[in-house]
């Protein structure tokens, strides 16, 4: 989100400039009686004189915009992920932090180095980590077993790197089959 | 990428999309219940615009203005980097430790 943000900003920040150089050219052409530049400005108050509120365009235009901007506003106000989670042993003026991209990559290893483990998928909230597994066996007793040594490594992975809140581990299997 | 810079745009943006949707919303509340039949730019603009146009078209001018100053510091806010640039180095090797251990 981060990202898309930064490249709104940079189209919409370009588009005002671009625009107030525009609309600033062609009223200083104007007022020296020179010929327009780019903005067919009679034809564009023909145009709005020519509509009403009321107009099917119109309306159409301003459901859009409405549109657009409750879009933008939901998307900006929506409760983001931190970037960081926090370790243990804060001292005076230093709070150690691990990205939370590595948090979730030591979980994905820790998980896949398990017996028995074909692939996985790492989920992590702050309060959860959610891990899906996909196993090589089609045994459902040795697929709990499986999970239950996939939840120990991964809760013990966790309390090795030293997290001020560990999140609780979960482990859901999904069986799988030699292929 | 600059965590201040982060925060900026994600206030703008909310911003913009609150006014986004806020001029949408009148202008559907306008012509479902206001101004009835009214033109979009009705003659009586026009008129005031040619009977002020003296201190009408520097007012344009000087909200373009503006707004190519806002529009340039936002591009310029997402070039910007927290990254330190340089490192000095102690000539005090001891020293240097003394401080940092």
């Known amino acids: 989100m981060r990202l898309v943000n930064r490249m709104l900003a940079l189209v919409i920040g370009i588009a005002m ?3 107030a150089v525009l609309v600033t050219v062609e009223v200083v052409l104007a007022n020296l009686g020179q010929a327009r530049w780019l903005i067919p400005y009679q034809n564009v108050a023909a145009l709005l004189a020519g509509r009403t ?4 365009s119109v309306r159409a235009v301003l459901v859009a915009v409405a549109v657009v901007g409750l879009v933008l506003l939901i998307s900006q106000l929506w409760p983001r992920q931190r970037r960081f989670v926090e370790l243990s042993g804060a001292a005076d003026g230093i ?5 939370r991209s590595s ?5 994905d290893a820790a998980a896949a180095a398990e017996d028995g483990v074909r692939a996985t998928a790492v989920n ?3 309060r959860r980590a959610i891990i899906r597994l996909v196993t090589t066996r089609h045994d459902e007793e040795q697929d709990k077993e499986v999970a239950t040594r996939v939840a120990q490594r991964v809760t013990q992975r966790i309390a090795d790197i030293g997290l ?3 999140p609780r581990v979960t482990v859901r299997v999904i069986t ?3 292929r | 990428m600059n965590p201040r810079a982060d925060r900026a745009n994600r206030i703008v943006l909310a911003l913009l999309g609150f006014v986004l949707l806020v001029a949408g919303a009148a202008g559907i509340a306008a012509g479902l219940f206001l101004f009835g039949n009214d033109a979009l730019l009705p003659a009586e603009a026009t008129t005031f615009i040619a009977a002020n146009h003296s201190w009408f078209w520097p007012a344009v001018v000087a909200a373009a203005v503006l707004l190519a100053l806002l529009g340039l510091l936002w591009v310029t806010a997402q070039l910007a980097s927290d990254r330190v640039s340089r490192l000095e180095l102690a000539s005090d090797p001891a020293a240097a430790a003394a401080r940092c251990c």
């Open chain 1, 103 to 107: 948090l979730r990559k030591a979980i």
């Open chain 1, 53 to 56: 509120w009321q107009s099917s």
């Open chain 1, 124 to 126: 992590l909230g702050p």
């Open chain 1, 176 to 178: 799988g089959g030699d």
């Open chain 1, 17 to 19: 400039v671009a625009i």
């Open chain 1, 95 to 99: 709070d150690p932090v691990l990205p």
């Open chain 1, 164 to 166: 001020a809140r560990p």
